[in-house]
């Protein structure tokens, strides 16, 4: 297990990716805000869904996946179609315009990466990308906030990697 100091070390320099993000939102169209480009990415990586299903992978609120969900609806890049199993909800799918906006902004992101990564070997974006993968599955299997799936947040709290002590709460930096 890493010490730590290292653990301190990995949250100070998560904290500093979102300078990445604002820089590859600033690659993207006005038109086509972050939000957007989420919603027309989950879309295209697992299809037609709920709202609600989208809500759940973009981890926000119902409110804001609705008002990411109008934006890109207006511009004809998803249609929403009544669910045959209840008329009350609606799917959401991307249109052929929003296919061709999400290879526009892959593009635009890919080429963002290739300018600001130029310096770095193949093998050094492999092992990002590797150890990226693995982060975010380690915190897929054991739930949002370092829980194992199916535990309530009053049952589970986070405490330092280095201490037995069970009764430990502490807030993540």
Not at 85 to 102: C, F, H, N, Y
Request: charged share 30%; net charge negative; aromatic share 4%.
């Amino acid at each position: 297990m890493a010490a730590r100091s290292q653990y301190e070390e990995l949250a100070r320099q998560l904290s500093a990716v979102g300078a990445v993000k604002r820089g590859l939102a600033r690659a993207l169209p006005a038109e086509c805000p972050g939000g957007s480009a989420a919603v027309l990415a989950l879309l295209d990586q697992h299809g037609e869904m709920r709202i609600s299903r989208l809500a759940e992978l973009l981890a926000v609120d119902m409110s804001v996946t609705s008002r990411h969900v109008a934006h890109v609806a207006e511009r004809g890049w998803i249609e929403r179609s009544p669910d045959p199993a209840d008329k009350r909800s609606r799917i959401l799918r991307l249109t052929p315009a929003g296919d061709d906006v999400l290879v526009d902004l892959n593009l635009r992101v890919t080429d963002t990466f290739a300018h600001h990564l130029q310096e770095w070997s193949d093998d050094d974006v492999g092992q990002l990308n590797t150890l990226l993968a693995r982060l975010r599955d380690s915190f897929a299997r054991r739930g949002s906030g370092g829980c194992a799936p199916g535990k309530h947040s009053d049952e589970c709290r986070l405490r330092p990697a280095d201490s037995d002590d069970d009764s430990y709460t502490r807030t993540p930096v």
